[in-house]
Nanobody, 119 residues
Framework: QVQLVESGGGLVQAGGSLRLSCVASGRTETTYVMGWFRQAPGKEREFVAYIVRSSGNEYYADSVKGRFTISRDNARNTVYLQMNSLKPEDTAVYYC????????????WGQGTQVTVSS
């Protein structure tokens, strides 16, 4: 089992920045791919970014490319999401997720952290 705990959400004005953190515990050796997702009110959950724990390879949704940066600190079992140039449409609950690299779907999820961007 893997437990994920997000932090760093809050209220920010448009154009501002936030950094989200996700700390993994438990069988972290299995958390080969760490991802961030978000869900806005009345909308389906959507992919934001992922990073491969071993290689550091990253991938982003087009909607956040160039504004968000995902990174990891393997020694701390922590993944970050640096969010810059925030827009009101980035408002959502942000979730951290983890999966083994061979799995197609994410197996573990955090409880989420609210990000609200005011115009």
């Amino acid at each position: 089992q893997v437990q994920l705990v997000e932090s760093g959400g809050g209220l920010v004005q448009a154009g501002g920045s936030l950094r989200l953190s996700c700390v993994a515990s438990g069988r972290t050796e299995t958390t080969y791919v760490m991802g961030w997702f978000r869900q806005a009110p009345g909308k389906e959950r959507e992919f934001v970014a992922y990073i491969v724990r071993s290689s550091g390879n990253e991938y982003y949704a087009d909607s956040v490319k160039g504004r968000f940066t995902i990174s990891r600190d393997n020694a701390r079992n922590t993944v970050y999401l640096q969010m810059n140039s925030l827009k009101p449409e980035d408002t959502a609950v942000y979730y951290c997720a983890a999966r083994r690299i061979a799995m197609a779907t994410y197996e573990y999820w955090g409880q989420g952290t609210q990000v609200t961007v005011s115009s």
